[in-house]
């Protein structure tokens, strides 16, 4: 079974990055064809998707933060990451790391991780 764990500080202060890394188990991230995909939810609202990178290695972000975000990976150690640059606090949220199917579903998720952005 596929695990997901995401890992990165809990606080980043505004104007910098923000770096997460998320550690896959029990399947590759390079296997065709799954995309492995950010997704925050702010409190008191919804799940919003951040961007994925494929199984190929290609990128697709979000339009409102892909000027601020990349999405890389590590396949030596099975993990791929994300950086979140300029932040305010109102990227202040739940940060989660899942694997997407076509079509913008998900069947794996991590737990989650709580990021605050403040001074």
């Known amino acids: 079974q596929v695990q997901l764990q995401e890992s990165g500080p809990g606080l980043v202060k505004p104007s910098q990055t923000l770096s997460l890394t998320c550690t896959v188990s029990g399947g590759s991230i390079t296997t065709n064809y799954y995309y492995w995909s950010w997704i925050r939810q702010p409190p008191g609202k919804g799940l919003e998707w951040i961007g994925y990178?494929?199984?190929?290695?290609?990128?697709y972000y979000s339009p409102s933060l892909k000027s601020r975000t990349s999405i890389s990976r590590d396949t030596s150690n099975n993990q791929f990451s994300l950086q979140l640059s300029s932040v305010t606090p109102e990227d202040t949220a739940v940060y989660y790391c899942a694997r997407g199917f076509e079509g913008g579903w998900y069947d794996y998720w991590g737990q989650g991780t709580q990021v605050t952005v403040s001074s």
């Open positions: 990178i494929a199984y190929s290695g290609s990128t």
